[in-house]
Structure formats: structure tokens, C-alpha cells
């Protein structure tokens, strides 16, 4: 089991920053993949970006990309979201997300919620305008 803890989340201004935080906890030799997900109010759940725990550049949505950076830390097994120039359509419960295998669809990979095992519990960002 991979525990997932979010912080960070809050209300901001548009064109303002936030930087979410994800502890992972228990087996977490087990996870491959760090996946952050959002879910506005009565959308489905949307891919943000993920990264791997063993390299590589992150991959981000379109609708995020240039704006948001993820990051890792190994050592203290925790995954950021650096989410700047922020829009009120950013607005949502964002979820921290880690898979035991890598699956790659198109030369992607883990951009499904299906593909993840473990989820946190989410963290509210808020952004008006």
C-alpha cells in the first residue's frame, strides 16, 4: 500500500501562483509513476501531469503546459506541483496519484485515472478572478 497525502491548495488571485505538495508514504518502491489529476465541479477527472520516480522530464496536459512544474524528491519520497499564471478554469480538487506500472498509449504514458493505483485524498485550489 502507498499512502498519499496532498497539501498546498488554497484561493488565489488569477495570474497568481500556487505550489502543491504530495508525501508518499508506505511501499513506495513500489509506484513508478507520480500523477497529479484535477475534477472541477461536475466534470470528469483530468490529467495535470506526471513524472517518474526513476528520471526523466514530466509530462503535462496541454492546457497546462508552460504554466505548471512538477518536480520530485526522492529522498523524501515527495512530488510537487509548481502551478503558476494561474486561471480562474484552473479551479478544482487536485489529486495526487501514484502507479505501480508504466503504461504507455502514443508515446505517452499514465495519462489515464485508470492506470493509477493509489490516489490521495485531494486538495482544494481556488482561483478568481
Known amino acids: 500500500q502507498v499512502q498519499l497525502v496532498e497539501s498546498g491548495g488554497g484561493l488565489v488571485q488569477a495570474g497568481g501562483s500556487l505550489r502543491l505538495s504530495c508525501a508518499a508514504s508506505g511501499r513506495t518502491f513500489s509506484s513508478s509513476v507520480m500523477g497529479w489529476f484535477r475534477q472541477a465541479p461536475g466534470k470528469e477527472r483530468e490529467f495535470v501531469g506526471n513524472?517518474?520516480?526513476?528520471?526523466?522530464?514530466?509530462y503535462y496536459a496541454d492546457s497546462v503546459k508552460g504554466r505548471f512544474t512538477i518536480s520530485r524528491d526522492n529522498a523524501k519520497n515527495m512530488v510537487y506541483l509548481q502551478m503558476n499564471s494561474l486561471k480562474p478554469e484552473d479551479t478544482a480538487v487536485y489529486y495526487c496519484?501514484?502507479?505501480?506500472?508504466?503504461?504507455?498509449?502514443?508515446?505517452?504514458?499514465?495519462?489515464?485515472?485508470?492506470?493509477?493505483?493509489?490516489w490521495g485524498q485531494g486538495t482544494q485550489v481556488t482561483v478568481f478572478s
Open positions: 496519484a501514484a502507479a505501480a506500472s508504466i503504461i504507455y498509449s502514443g508515446g505517452y504514458y499514465n495519462t489515464e485515472p485508470y492506470e493509477y493505483d493509489y
Open positions: 513524472i517518474k520516480w526513476s528520471g526523466g522530464s514530466p
